[in-house]
């Protein structure tokens, strides 16, 4: 069952997030972390928080989302909450965008926006919250890996009477939407990943690659050794975490403001999307109290929950230079049948830091396939 759901925090909520942030008891800094080098800034923190208490406007962010269309999707264990955008054009071809951690649908708005007003085809759009994440119902009891979601998000499109779709995503986006490539091959047309996720075969792994892959290939080593420690925490102990990132507004703004600032472009010295931007998706991550049940996702798929196997759909990579997998295209081609490859500046947040080269991308694919 669908049903519209229009997105209205209590006032009572925001009002304690408020109190909440006053109260801060701020961590101790050592003198040179003004490159992030241990984690998020204490300077930059503080002064995020001011502003999230002071000045940012949650209501409307609510607009932002309830006017690209808000609904829920019942299945047997639970709901997914989903933006949809539905066009009035019989023939417009169907997307579902996924999202990752510790992403969320509004990673999608601009690209969103760009596809139904700036474009110059027709598209019916969805764009779901994974479970666990913002007002998607939290699992319960163990099994809601990327696999089961993948299930969940294809019976959605098919509730919708899409019957017939391309899927896009990056991080755990990527993960769901092989697994839907995998698992619905007659409904899932078309694959479309701005985080590519491929290994070196066993003999000779690096024959074929070229010198500009070996260089990307360097960002997955820093990010081994400089930007793991989350994923192994939230891979062996998400409850723990979960309970900080649950009750301390500012804890949970430090554990995600740290990935938006590495993962951007590289040499970028600033988070390159708005202070707004920013704050709308920890906002989401704190109203729905989905701290703990999002980091759980890590568990459920041992930290990958990837399937091997081949990919017989048309499939697109939108390689973003300093994402933090980049594997060459010969590798990929292993496991997709690969028949687009562009590579971009920007990094990890792709739809948000560079949403035209996205949604251009995923449009030229689109008519590649002529459906």
Known sequence: MIEEYIINVPQIEIDN??????????????????????????NFLKELCRYWQNDFDWREQEKILNEIGSYKFHY??????????????????????THGWPGSIQEFIKVIKYLRDESNEDFNIVC???????????????GTDSEAIARIQNSLMMELGY????????????????????????NCIGLHLNLVIAFPPDKEPMQGVTDKEIKLLDNFEKYKTQGYGYYEIQKTKPQTIGYLLNDSPAGL????????YGWFEDGSKDI??????????????????????????????????????????????AIFKNDIMIPPRIWAENIYNIVQWN?????????MERPIDLAEDLIKFINKLKI
Do not use: C
């Open 76 to 97: 047997d264990e639970g709901h997914i909450h989903f933006l949809h955008s539905r066009s009035n054009n019989p023939n417009a071809k169907n997307l579902i965008l």
């Open 163 to 186: 019957e017939k779709y391309i899927a896009q995503g990056g991080d755990w986006g990527a993960t769901v939407s092989k697994w839907m490539a995998d698992l619905y091959p007659d």
């Open 17 to 42: 997030l408020k109190k909440k942030l006053e109260l801060t008891r701020w961590a101790d800094e050592i003198d040179d972390n003004d490159n992030w080098s241990d984690g998020t800034n204490l």
């Open 253 to 260: 703004a430090a554990w995600i403001s740290e990935k938006f």
């Open 128 to 142: 779901p919250s994974l479970p666990g994440f913002g007002f998607s119902s939290k699992p319960k009891s163990r």
């Open 272 to 317: 390159v999307i708005s202070i707004d931007e920013l704050l709308s998706i920890i906002s989401l991550y704190w109203f729905t109290e989905s701290g703990a049940s999002s980091a759980r996702l890590y568990k459920e798929d041992n930290g990958l929950g990837f399937s091997f196997n081949k990919v017989k759909q048309p499939t697109a990579g």
């Open 343 to 351: 590579v971009y500046e920007g990094g990890h947040f792709a739809a």
